[in-house]
């Protein structure tokens, strides 16, 4: 299902060497975690769930830190800790010969800034803690996952970097990262934005304001505030179906450098998720127009005039758009609006500077403020204009042809 919605049209599949190469590097990442142990695996239960830890002695605390969930894998990988950590070195080199594989086979790698950002949140242990990589970055993630290559147009960058968590799991784990975030982002000239709330900071922009990390967490209430994640250390904007997106996370090789192991929604959940985003952005888009649907066209993008407003505009500003018909007495005006002056006639009684303040006049007036073709109006405006200039003359002599008669009568 996933395959078929991302591929509108039939795309070169991931050759053996490729695939053979994306999974290798995904052992081998997920072995370096393991190979990092310093202490005794120690497993726990919390919620019903039972979770491993890495439990060891510093002074005379004992510290615990969280290794993952249970699985039958991560047992194999945690009884086999001694000759994994024995080979780290190799597997060093490994990683470095399968990225060097997957760059030739023409998968897509991060880009210098987005690289260090994340490879500096996974040595910390975002993703470790629960941490999932969504949006364009997480698209990007998935060509061994569906066994497609992805052309750099349907995988079309943008300068955000998401990450998401649930708040429960932040505060059951009862670990944080081994090294605080805005320290990691202070080196990489990562500065916080201001939010809202004080005290609370959830984005990151770069020196340049290019790229922007953001943290959220699903919103389990009817509002989308700010909430704390006490594993990462950092607060998160809450958002509604975002428990959808990120629940039941997969893990997949992030390609920079010798690759990184990051948490990403599945494909089938991030398909879904971005039919229900684009379903409330077009619900949304219906409030803000009144329920009327935009009608796009090719030489009429969708904007916020693209529909008359209700009320007649005020021209103490350059218009932007056709002019309502005016109440009578007020065409003059209309012509003057029409071709852009800034002021209109002095003996109109339509224009004003408030539109409230217009009186409509016999029929359909201005406070209707229904389009009219201006080009039309204007010639209208124009023949009525040249009708009186051409009147003007005939009425002149009639009317001293009438003071003669009576002059000669008296």
Not at 83 to 112: C, H, P
Not at 197 to 207: L, Q, T
């Amino acid at each position: 299902m996933a395959a078929s919605f991302f591929d509108t049209s039939p795309g070169r599949a991931v050759s053996p060497i490729g695939m053979a190469a994306w999974i290798d590097l995904r052992r081998h990442l997920r072995d370096e975690r393991v190979s990092e142990l310093r202490g005794s695996p120690t497993k726990r239960e919390i919620g019903g769930k039972s979770y491993w830890y890495d439990a060891y002695r510093v002074g005379d605390q004992v510290v615990k830190k969280y290794i993952g969930p249970d699985s039958e894998e991560l047992r194999a990988r945690l009884d086999d800790a001694a000759a994994i950590r024995a080979r780290a070195k190799d597997d060093a080199r490994e990683r470095a010969r399968l990225m060097r594989i997957l760059r030739a086979e023409g998968f897509l790698t991060a880009d210098v800034v987005t690289g260090r950002i994340i490879l500096a949140m996974s040595r910390a242990g975002v993703f470790r803690l629960g941490g999932t990589l969504i949006g364009t970055q997480a698209f990007r993630c998935y060509e061994g996952e569906l066994g497609r290559m992805m052309s750099s147009d349907r995988a079309a960058l943008t300068d955000d970097i998401d990450i998401a968590s649930f708040e429960r799991l932040s505060i059951a784990l009862e670990d944080q990262v081994s090294e605080p975030l805005t320290k990691a982002f202070d080196e990489l000239k990562f500065e916080p934005l201001p939010s809202l709330e004080k005290g609370r900071v959830w984005r990151w922009a770069g020196s340049e304001r290019r790229t922007l990390v953001e943290f959220l967490t699903p919103s389990f209430s009817a509002d989308e505030d700010l909430r704390d994640l006490p594993a990462l250390g950092v607060s998160a904007q809450s958002l509604h179906y975002l428990n959808y997106l990120i629940a039941e996370p997969i893990e997949v090789p992030f390609l920079y450098r010798d690759g990184a192991l990051v948490q990403v929604p599945r494909p089938e959940r991030f398909a879904i998720h971005k039919l229900i985003v684009a379903d409330r952005r077009r619900e949304s888009a219906g409030m803000e127009t009144g329920g009327r649907r935009p009608k796009r066209t090719a030489h009429r993008p969708i904007t916020s005039s693209a529909f008359w407003p209700k009320s007649a505009p005020s021209i103490c500003s350059r218009p932007t758009g056709p002019p309502a018909k005016p109440a009578r007495g007020g065409k003059r005006a209309l012509t003057r609006a029409s071709r852009g002056c800034r002021k209109p006639a002095r003996s109109s009684r339509l224009w004003t500077k408030r539109p409230e303040a217009i009186r409509p006049g016999r029929g359909r007036g201005a406070g209707d403020a229904r389009p009219v073709c201006a080009p039309r109006a204007r010639a209208r405006a124009d023949r009525r204009d040249g009708r009186r200039n051409r009147a003007r003359p005939v009425r002149e002599r009639a009317s001293r042809s009438r003071r003669g008669m009576r002059g000669s009568g008296s």
